[in-house]
């Protein structure tokens, strides 16, 4: 999301430029024999509003899917938190585990659990 972060604010240019290298990646990727592209996945930053980064997330994939259809299915983003705001800007696959298993617990560092 890092590559995204910096072109929120720009003009349209920067993305179809963004849209552009991640296709010649995707290309690539998809002619190694060893690995199957299947789409995309974003987690936003923390703290910030998920859904422009969900909607700019979903613009590349839709691009990339045109381009490569026979390799773009997945489009993976949101968490327990965000997962609706995902959805609606067309996530195939969320990530909820904190709603299902509980927030984690972390010890202090230095302090490992026997």
């Given at each position: ?6 072109f929120?604010?720009l ?17 690539v990727?998809a002619?190694?024999p060893?690995?199957?592209?299947r ?8 703290g ?5 980064y969900?909607a ?21 983003m949101?968490?327990s938190?965000d ?14 585990g904190t709603?299902i298993?509980?927030?984690?617990y ?5 302090r490992?659990?026997?």
């Amino acid at each position: 999301m890092k590559l995204f972060q910096k072109f929120w604010g720009l003009q349209k240019i920067c993305l179809v430029q963004t849209i552009l290298k991640n296709l010649l990646f995707a290309q690539v990727v998809a002619n190694l024999p060893a690995m199957r592209l299947r789409g995309l996945m974003a987690i936003p930053p923390a703290g910030e509003e998920a859904r422009r980064y969900f909607a700019g997330m979903r613009a590349v994939f839709e691009s990339l899917k045109r381009d490569l259809p026979a390799c773009f299915d997945t489009l993976s983003m949101g968490m327990s938190h965000d997962y609706a705001e995902a959805v609606e800007e067309g996530a195939t696959i969320v990530r909820v585990g904190t709603a299902i298993f509980g927030p984690r617990y972390y010890p202090p560092a230095g302090r490992e659990e026997k």
